[in-house]
């Protein structure tokens, strides 16, 4: 069973997407096949995998981003649809496909899963400087999940105003585009200097959750620093 559709992201403009405003991001619909998202959806990793992030300090002043996070690693026990969609993700195809779009072959790709409850939010912010982009996929149908509570990834224009080493509040935007994320949709979006995005607080009902799994597009570091990192991670996730 594949899990990536390929005549709906071969058919994504590439072009079209680099041109875009504020800047480059894309929305496609059923970037997923309908029956691997449903397999995907039915065997979701277990929860107590999950870290919570909540209450941590952010670069800037930034407010947190409240939520539960799991990040991939071979040693992770998963279900069966997730190791497989991790080794499409992990192939030849979609990585093309990746630096097709980023216009780059420097790249690594991390995967992580982002579950987040009532009254959690996204301040907002533009990412790191070694990330490239990401591609995010929502897991929620509109039979779970009531637009009216959020949760909708926010595309904010400052119009090259702002400077990403800041925290600004979402009234501070001359604009916002609320991405579609409830059904088989995705967000393909590129970091940049004025790349912000958002998700305001969700008014779901306690026990509900905002779920979704996102490939992170990143510069390859040197060894040297691949390793530091990994121990960080471990550090951290063993305290």
Not at 84 to 98: K, N
Request: aromatic residues 14%.
């Amino acid at each position: 069973m594949g899990y990536l559709d390929w005549e709906v992201l071969d058919g994504v403009d590439a072009a079209a997407f680099r041109t875009a405003r504020p800047y480059p991001w894309v929305n496609p619909a059923h970037a997923l096949t309908d029956e691997g998202r449903k397999a995907l959806r039915s065997e979701l990793p277990a929860t107590e995998l999950f870290r919570a992030t909540f209450g941590m300090e952010r670069a800037y002043g930034q407010r947190p981003h409240d939520r539960y996070e799991l990040r991939y690693d071979s040693s992770l026990t998963l279900p069966k649809p997730w190791k497989d969609f991790i080794a499409e993700l992990s192939g030849a195809r979609y990585r093309r496909f990746v630096e097709s779009f980023f216009g780059r072959s420097d790249i690594v790709l991390r995967f992580e899963w982002l579950f987040a409850g009532r009254g959690c939010s996204v301040s907002p912010h533009c990412d790191g400087l070694r990330k490239v982009g990401a591609q995010i996929f929502y897991l929620d149908d509109p039979e779970e999940w009531d637009r009216a509570w959020g949760g909708a990834t926010l595309v904010l224009d400052d119009y090259g105003k702002m400077d990403y080493r800041s925290a600004p509040d979402f009234d501070d935007f001359r604009q916002e585009y609320a991405v579609e994320s409830v059904g088989n949709r995705s967000l393909i979006f590129a970091r940049g200097d004025h790349s912000w995005h958002a998700v305001r607080p969700l008014a779901c009902p306690e026990g509900r959750m905002r779920r979704l799994f996102t490939v992170v597009v990143e510069r390859k570091m040197p060894l040297r620093t691949r390793i530091r990192e990994r121990l960080m991670r471990f550090f951290v996730r063993a305290s």
